[in-house]
Antibody
Framework: EVQLLESGGGFVQPGGSLRLSCAAS????????MTWVRQAPGKGLEWVSI????????YYADSVRGRFTISRDNSKNTLYLQMNSLRAEDTAVYYC???????????????WGQGTLVTVSS | QSVLTQPPSVSGAPGQRVTISCTGS?????????VHWYQQLPGTAPKLLIYGNRNRPSGVPDRFSGSKSGTSASLAITGLQAGDEADYYC???????????FGGGTKLTVL
């Protein structure tokens, strides 16, 4: 059974940093691209970033490029999102999700974690 | 403002059929990129409902179906049940943005 468990969320002041983790199990982690999607309180879904199975290819939404860094440790079956220079508008539940293929592709995300809340406020 | 446009809400009585539209443009749905649909029950994470325009993952009832034409796509739900009350999101890829895009979401109410 595929399981994705996010952690690392919390309260941070504007300009601060936070690192999210997503522990994966139930599948061969290195064989699949992984992504982060966020949802501001009461709002819709927003794609944030994606990384290929090997970790060699990454893409970012314009809203986070230059501030967020996605990475993965395939030996630990864990996905990360390093978030720097945080802004109030980054406040959201952050979900990690799995893609059905190894490359970033253009497709769907077939399994999602339960999410972790990041609150950016002074 | 979302790149993909969905109605904010739809409703229907138990047993009825409802459809949810998802309108894009020539840089996403109209460019040939597939449309996918997610169901988000209250207080839970999104769940993949339809992928590749019309395919259902294992375990998704055939009451849910998807279609795509031109720059738009639709999700149809037949035999509405109280448990279908949720937010539904469409998703595709946008070549101009070089990224994945979602609709704003549609809240389904079963009357």
């Amino acid at each position: 059974e595929v399981q994705l468990l996010e952690s690392g969320g919390g309260f941070v002041q504007p300009g601060g940093s936070l690192r999210l983790s997503c522990a994966a199990s139930g599948f061969t982690f290195s064989s699949y691209a992984m992504t982060w999607v966020r949802q501001a309180p009461g709002k819709g879904l927003e794609w944030v970033s994606i990384i290929s199975g090997s970790g060699g290819t990454t893409y970012y939404a314009d809203s986070v490029r230059g501030r967020f860094t996605i990475s993965r440790d395939n030996s630990k079956n864990t996905l990360y999102l390093q978030m720097n220079s945080l802004r109030a508008e980054d406040t959201a539940v952050y979900y990690c999700a799995k893609a059905p293929i190894a490359v970033a592709g253009t497709g769907e995300f077939d399994y999602w974690g339960q999410g972790t809340l990041v609150t950016v406020s002074s | 403002q979302s790149v993909l446009t969905q109605p904010p809400s739809v409703s229907g009585a138990p047993g009825q059929r409802v459809t949810i539209s998802c309108t894009g443009s020539s840089s996403n749905i109209g460019a040939g990129y597939d449309v996918h649909w997610y169901q988000q029950l209250p207080g839970t994470a999104p769940k993949l409902l339809i992928y590749g325009n019309r395919n259902r993952p294992s375990g998704v009832p055939d009451r849910f179906s998807g279609s795509k034409s031109g720059t738009s796509a639709s999700l149809a739900i037949t035999g509405l049940q109280a448990g279908d009350e949720a937010d539904y999101y469409c998703q595709s890829y946008d070549s101009s943005l070089s990224g994945w895009v979602f609709g704003g979401g549609t809240k389904l109410t079963v009357l």
